[in-house]
T-cell receptor, first 110, second 114 residues
Framework: EDKVVQSPLSLVVHEGDTVTLNCSYE??????LLWYKQEKKAPTFLFML????IEKKSGRLSSILDKKELFSILNITATQTGDSAVYLC??????????FGTGTRLQVFP | ETGVTQTPRHLVMGMTNKKSLKCEQH?????MYWYKQSAKKPLELMFV???????ENNSVPSRFSPECPNSSHLFLHLHTLQPEDSALYLC?????????????FGEGSRLTVL
């Protein structure tokens, strides 16, 4: 059975901290891995990763994929209260399906 | 604003009611999706439409009935639901079903079944 597992389930940090969110997967037909941020309702796209070892970066957020070990990490440096959200990892199965993890809830306090 | 609009934002219904959720996308995309998000569970894909044709029905009970009259509109018709169907229902669109980019999600419709 295809599955995506995220850890930790929740994380509480102070502003300025650096956090690392993990996503591991076991799927039959991998095409890409995507990260989304869900603040209130609508998840918004962060990154799409298809190749191992190539870091994607957007401001304080960065992500990398390891296709050998079947995982990805999402790093957020110098966290701000606006980073508080649920971060979703999803794997594109190359069959018009995205399989999502349960998400990591990040809370950043001042 | 993601370009995907869902109505209503909140819906409370009894188990014998019939209601519908509506989704409209203004992005010119060819594919639309319904996802269900329950507490502490991953987003679950329900239905996929490509150019108004259903290409995926992910073992969803028949009490959920999708309709896609054109590539910009998607409905989810609800009848004789169960309390466990209470969840956030998210609509999404993409350029095409063979993902080359990301999904664009609506704000969701929070459904409560009494």
């Amino acid at each position: 059975e295809d599955k995506v597992v995220q850890s930790p389930l929740s994380l509480v940090v102070h502003e300025g901290d650096t956090v690392t969110l993990n996503c591991s997967y076991e799927v039959t037909n991998f095409r890409s891995l995507l990260w989304y941020k869900q603040e209130k309702k609508a998840p918004t796209f962060l990154f799409m990763l298809t190749s191992s070892g190539i870091e994607k970066k957007s401001g304080r957020l960065s992500s990398i994929l390891d296709k050998k070990e079947l995982f990805s990490i999402l790093n957020i440096t110098a966290t701000q209260t606006g980073d508080s959200a649920v971060y979703l990892c999803a794997v594109d199965l190359n069959t018009d399906k995205l399989i999502f993890g349960t998400g990591t809830r990040l809370q950043v306090f001042p | 604003e993601t370009g995907v609009t869902q109505t209503p934002r909140h819906l409370v219904m009894g188990m014998t009611n019939k209601k519908s959720l509506k989704c409209e996308q203004h992005l010119g995309h060819n594919a639309m999706y319904w996802y269900k998000q329950s507490a502490k569970k991953p987003l679950e894909l329900m239905f996929v439409y490509s150019l108004e044709e259903r290409v995926e029905n992910n073992s969803v009970p028949s009490r959920f009935s999708p309709e896609c009259p054109n590539s910009s509109h998607l409905f989810l018709h609800l009848h004789t639901l169960q309390p466990e169907d209470s969840a956030l229902y998210l609509c999404a669109s993409s350029q095409q079903t063979s993902f080359t980019g990301e999904l664009f999600f609506g704000e969701g419709s929070r459904l409560t079944v009494l």
